[in-house]
């Protein structure tokens, strides 16, 4: 396992300071995506995949993954809204054609929300049967897809997600802060791990999604241990974030950046 960042952590700063902060403070691997200004252009992305490639192979850091939005907000052709499959399969080609190229591993995109008129389990039907597509999809790229449960979407419980999987076979960016949010203990997250594709890591409480390090309630020593002994190897991304959704701006992000980057490398030595 091997940290990184989140370019959209520092939404004040360009795709290239965001590599450089990574290699100053000894990560050198950084997430990218297509939000604020750390982004990529998704329209120029969509438009010319390789050239974009090249842009992040110039950042000289890792990219482990990319994050996709498929619309313009959290309901724009969201997974689990009916009629959006050809339009996101016709994305999806050039996003991973984009990946391939830039030697990026695995991109994630949100699950979907439930949608006007839809129940929890009509949502998640919707999502299934896009997600088998997009895999369909995938399957004739090196990059792996996976999605990321959040709060707020049909997919805010251990056992949801797990039926997915089981539906799908997808694979998952997990990050267990939106679980911890909304009252589910570690150990009822745990039994996730075995699907991970790729991890994002802040502290967090119930009630409240993004919180200081000391503060919060997840055990990471104990979550870094759940994944190696589910034998997961890839990127943990530390993602803490300024921004508006449920009120996540008032942290200092550099200093839980490294607060986390500490915490892991202080376990990683363990043990060596």
Request: net charge negative.
């Amino acid at each position: 396992m091997y940290l990184s960042l989140t370019s959209w952590s520092f939404p004040a700063l360009t795709l290239e300071e965001t590599a450089a902060i990574s290699r100053i403070i000894g990560i050198g691997a950084l997430d990218s995506s297509t939000k604020g200004r750390p982004g990529l252009d998704k329209a120029q992305l969509l438009g010319d995949p390789r050239a974009a490639a090249e842009r992040v192979a110039a950042l000289k850091v890792k990219v482990p993954n990319f994050y996709h939005h498929f619309g313009d907000s959290l309901a724009d052709r969201n997974l689990a809204l009916p009629g959006t499959i050809d339009a996101n399969q016709r994305d999806l080609e050039k996003v991973l054609t984009f990946a391939d190229a830039a030697g990026i591993a695995t991109i994630f995109f949100l699950p979907g929300i439930i949608n006007p008129g839809q129940s929890r389990s009509q949502a998640t039907a919707a999502a299934a049967e896009s997600i088998r597509a997009l895999l369909d999809v995938a399957k004739d790229f090196s990059a792996e897809i996976c999605i990321e449960p959040i709060i707020r979407s049909f997919a805010e419980s251990p056992a949801v997600v797990e039926e997915l999987v089981d539906r799908t076979g997808i694979r998952l960016a997990l990050d267990y802060s939106h679980f911890v949010c909304l009252g589910y203990t570690q150990e009822q997250i745990d039994p996730l791990c075995r699907h991970a594709a790729h991890i994002h890591l802040r502290q967090a409480r119930m009630g409240k999604l993004q919180e200081r390090f000391a503060r919060g309630s997840i055990n990471f020593p104990a979550l870094f241990g759940t994944l190696r002994d589910a034998g997961y190897d890839g990127a943990l991304a530390i993602e803490y974030v300024h921004q508006d959704f449920l009120n996540a701006s008032s942290d200092d992000v550099m200093t839980e950046t490294v607060t986390m980057r500490d915490c892991f490398n202080d376990w990683n030595a363990g043990g060596a």
